[in-house]
């Protein structure tokens, strides 16, 4: 039972599951060598019956991680910091390029396509979720 389980985990690096929340495709975005900052993504969707609210990340590996949103501003692209995102019951809220994103902060050492960074997803109530994301190659655009 133990192995079947581990097995079943293993399946699934980038899906992270605990009670109403689930996270799954979680990634870091390729960053240019020697950049301070790099961009994760993701998917949270709530099942539970009551709105939850991502108030905040960890990030393995990074001096800081904050909850950015991208929007653009009289034709200047600009990020603002979130204090909390709130997920609908039965909802979701997905993190992509151009959007919401997790900004990582000040790598500990370069980053490469198939490294992993592990995020602490932290909710309001408290609650935390890890997630592993692994590095891809990931448009701007996409
Ligand atoms: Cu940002």
Known sequence: MRSLLLAAVLSFPALAHAGDIAVTEARVALAPPGARTLAAYMVVANAGAAPRALAGVRAEGFAMAHLHHS?????????????????????????????LHVM???????????????????????AEIAVTAPVERIDAGS
Do not use: C, H, W, Y
């Open 71 to 99: 929007m653009e501003k009289d034709g200047v692209a600009m990020m603002a910091a979130m204090d909390q995102i709130e997920i609908a019951p039965g909802g979701s809220v997905a993190f992509a390029p151009g959007g």
């Open 104 to 126: 990582l902060m000040g790598p500990r050492k370069a980053l490469a396509v198939g490294n992993e960074v592990v995020l602490t997803l932290i909710f309001a109530d408290g």
